[in-house]
């Protein structure tokens, strides 16, 4: 008669590590989706930075054309003041 139990324990201790490649592959898949899902996320803010500096230059030349320097005019407006921290 043959000794059984070696087989069944070997291909139990597979089928174990066969789930726990399973669970790595899971969990590996699982962070690229999330470092994907930062990066995306990371884009897009930079996307909308870009946006946001693009239109504040716009608008800072749009300011400086309409304000008149001090060698185009001799009557020149003061610029509005801030306001000041107390």
Same mark, same amino acid.
């Given at each position: 008669?043959?000794?059984?139990?070696?087989?069944?324990?070997?291909?139990? #201790? $597979? /089928?174990?590590? !066969?789930? @726990?490649? %399973? =669970? +790595? &592959?899971? *969990?590996?898949?699982?962070?690229?989706?999330?470092?994907?899902? #930062? $990066? /995306?996320?990371? !884009?897009? @803010?930079? %996307? =909308? +930075? &870009?946006? *946001?500096?693009?239109?504040?230059?716009?608008?800072?030349?749009?300011?400086?054309?309409?304000?008149?320097?001090?060698?185009?005019?001799?009557?020149?407006?003061?610029?509005?003041?801030?306001?000041?921290?107390?």
């Amino acid at each position: 008669m043959l000794n059984w139990h070696p087989v069944v324990e070997y291909e139990i #201790r $597979e /089928i174990e590590r !066969e789930k @726990r490649l %399973q =669970r +790595l &592959r899971s *969990e590996t898949e699982q962070r690229r989706i999330e470092e994907l899902q #930062r $990066e /995306i996320a990371h !884009e897009l @803010r930079m %996307q =909308r +930075l &870009r946006k *946001e500096n693009a239109r504040e230059a716009e608008l800072d030349a749009k300011i400086a054309a309409l304000w008149p320097s001090s060698t185009t005019s001799s009557h020149q407006t003061p610029p509005p003041e801030r306001d000041s921290p107390t």
